[in-house]
DNA sequence: AGCTTTTGATAAAGCGGTTAAGTTCGGGCC
DNA sequence: GGCCCGAACTTAACCGCTTTATCAAAAGCT
């Protein structure tokens, strides 16, 4: 038989359509002898709820989406979206809500994707990755009214809810740790200087250049591309005074730049002591392999998941929430400065 | 104002709720006049289409499933599946479609969801990924008569389509390479026995042990873990007589293997050359970087997508689809045998 | 002119659920 | 016994769009 609808069950159960949405709902209105029968032919019928109708009722749409305004390739490359991803539908599977995922050129693309698929109530809400200074897309969302929440924070002057770990403390015991290993010349290969969480990081270092009494420390915006990792580590070792040190903000330009310090004979962590604010296995593999500030990416998707799944039940809420701070985890690609 | 919908669009252009379907969908029923100017009011109301609404209707979700059988941390770590879903996103795009995703744990989960979005109509198709050998979910999604596309192949003794890669002539090209480099002892660090692709490389493998008079080809099937790999690689690398040369069935395992390799004095290439059949990133951040079979897999998926949608529109079809064959790229980690 | 087609539009019936608004009925209470 | 009430269901409207049946008017044909 085709798909058997609530009307079949009705009929089969000798109930009206009104009752058997109510038992299979497990909402009252119904005895509980005449729900357990109904449920009983439900399943015997093996019937399934139909999404669009269900959604036209009581307009839930029962997906959230994740537009993703990257290269298409980028997605790919770097771990992070995996782990993202994979989180985020961990912690609406729960839900039995779907994610739906767009990946697009560039921010207007963005910004129409979002206005159309809350216009078609495709979804019920969005995550949104990358929070940048001044966010246009933020005030965009509200306007929009339809529950958000952002990777990343804390946001000020929004209404949207957020799920942040605090780069800055990261930034904090990384720095603290190169310090006390001896470093005073430390360059930071910074990620693209638009986003929230690159600004606090560089924010942190140039703090720490006093308290620290460091000789020099730099912060140098990139692309998060491999390239450039490459080409800003060769340019920085080709100075007379090298760095000792260099933190980078991803795995992928850790990795770029430990080959280009290979290539140029700088031996780490004698000579370089490389340093990712980013842990994945990447990290892991490389020889030696790269000291790395880690956290629990996946587990920080899944929660903000969750936190979105109430925001949507109740979009009168504001969530915020902080996951844990990123740690430190030594492994070869640091060590005190030659000659200390 | 609230979302508009046809109904106020009709109101307003002083006509019908049906001459509104008519003209917004491009369809007879309507003069060229009043479709101009009911497109006029739609346009100046801002409206969209409500996709539930619609999927109730003409019964298409809208939508494809890609369900993937993986410990959810493998997404973050194989750039593989970045690639894939970012390239069926493109394919899928085109047509306004939107991909599910959903990571489960085992095989029956997989089928469950199958079952259940199937039912729920919440998709109009799947994406299937690494095809087994007699595969049981085949013969599953046949009976639930739901468009499938598989990514791999070519299958016999069943209606699905596929999309494939010809990995028997890859792998080919790969040992021939190799062969006439020098090398007599290779080993093949496999994938998972049970896959298709897998099966076909190590039977190539055991055709070519004759056809160029090898003096020893092993297969040694893993579960593509980086730990398998490194497992494997310190193992062969152990014994009395070494292979020369190593064949890695992920880059993730290749990567793995050379640092095994580099952990046990053994120079790359010089000692042992070491081949990955899968490219991304990771094989040209290493040191010395890795020969790789490589191919677009991301146009491979957009590839797939497009035949997926072709499907859906004509389900009484059936797409084969041949992509272009990996190609083998030369980097730094292949050579000629010692002494040769 | 008289009749059949074609064209352009309308009204209304779904699609498969949810839900507000009745309707029945048995029981408690005065 | 009459009245009121809540529990258990039923009815029917509705969600927004598609589609079929219907119809009036214009156009084509002999």
Same mark, same amino acid.
């Given at each position: 038989?085709a798909?058997?609808?609530?009307?079949?069950?009705?009929e089969?159960?000798?109930?009206?359509?009104?009752?058997v949405?109510f038992?299979?709902?497990g909402?009252?209105?119904?005895?509980?002898?005449?729900?357990?029968?109904?449920?009983?032919?439900?399943?015997?019928?093996?019937?399934?709820?139909?999404?669009?109708?269900?959604?036209?009722g009581n307009s839930?749409?029962?997906?959230v989406?994740?537009i993703?305004?990257?290269p298409?390739r980028?997605?790919?490359?770097?771990?992070?979206?995996?782990?993202i991803v994979?989180?985020?539908?961990?912690?609406?599977?729960?839900?039995?809500?779907?994610?739906?995922?767009?990946?697009?050129e560039d921010p207007?693309?963005?910004?129409?994707?979002?206005r159309?698929?809350?216009?078609?109530?495709?979804?019920?809400?969005?995550v #949104?990755?990358d929070?940048?200074? /001044? !966010?246009?897309?933020? %005030?965009? &969302?509200?306007?929009?009214?339809?529950?958000?929440?952002?990777?990343?924070g804390?946001?000020e002057?929004?209404?949207?809810?957020?799920?942040?770990?605090?780069?800055?403390?990261?930034?904090h015991?990384?720095v603290d740790?190169?310090?006390a290993?001896g470093?005073?010349h430390?360059v930071?290969v910074?990620?693209?200087?638009?986003?929230?969480?690159t600004?606090?990081?560089?924010?942190?270092l140039?703090?720490?250049?006093?308290?620290?009494?460091?000789?020099?420390?730099v912060?140098?915006?990139?692309?998060?591309?491999?390239?450039?990792?490459a080409?800003?580590?060769?340019?920085?070792?080709?100075?007379?005074?090298?760095?000792?040190a260099?933190?980078?903000?991803?795995?992928?330009?850790?990795?770029?730049?430990?080959g280009?310090?290979?290539?140029?004979?700088?031996?780490?962590?004698?000579d #370089?002591?490389?340093l990712?604010? /980013? !842990?994945?296995?990447? %990290?892991? &593999?490389?020889?030696?392999?790269?000291?790395?500030?880690?956290?629990?990416?996946?587990g920080?998707a899944?929660?903000?998941?969750?936190?979105?799944l109430?925001l949507?039940?109740d979009?009168?809420?504001?969530?915020?929430?902080?996951?844990?701070t990123?740690?430190?985890?030594?492994?070869?690609?640091?060590?005190?400065?030659?000659?200390?």
């Open positions: 038989m798909r058997p609808t609530i009307a079949d069950i009705a089969r159960a000798g109930v009206s359509k009104g009752a949405s038992a299979l709902n909402r009252p209105g119904v005895s509980e002898e005449t729900r357990r029968r109904i449920l009983a032919v439900a399943d015997e019928m093996n019937w399934r709820p139909h999404r669009a109708a269900r959604s036209l839930r749409a029962g997906a989406g994740l993703l305004p990257r298409a980028t997605l790919g490359l770097e771990p992070f979206f995996g782990q994979s989180g985020l539908q961990a912690g609406l599977a729960e839900d039995g809500t779907a994610l739906q995922l767009l990946v697009v207007e693309a963005e910004m129409a994707a979002y159309s698929w809350t216009a078609e109530q495709r979804v019920d809400g969005f #949104l990755l929070p940048l200074i /001044d !966010d246009p897309r933020f %005030a965009a &969302l509200e306007a929009l009214e339809v529950p958000v929440m952002v990777l990343g804390p946001l002057d929004t209404s949207l809810s957020f799920s942040w770990a605090d780069d800055s403390e990261a930034m015991e990384a740790y190169l310090a290993l470093h005073r430390v930071h910074a990620g693209m200087p638009q986003f929230l969480h600004k606090r990081r560089m924010d942190v140039t703090e720490a250049k006093e308290r620290h009494e460091l000789a020099e420390v912060s140098i915006p990139t692309d998060y591309s491999d390239s450039e990792g080409v800003i580590t060769r340019r920085v070792l080709s100075r007379r005074e090298r760095p000792t260099i933190v980078y903000d991803s795995d992928v330009m850790a990795v770029a730049g430990l280009v310090a290979l290539e140029m004979g700088v031996r780490v962590p004698q #370089l002591s490389i990712s604010f /980013d !842990d994945s296995l990447l %990290a892991r &593999l490389t020889h030696p392999s790269l000291t790395a500030l880690t956290r629990d990416t996946q920080w899944t929660e903000a998941a969750r936190g979105l109430r949507i039940a979009p009168s809420l504001t969530v915020r929430h902080q996951s844990s990123p740690v430190l985890v030594p492994r070869e690609s640091t060590a005190p400065p030659a000659g200390h």
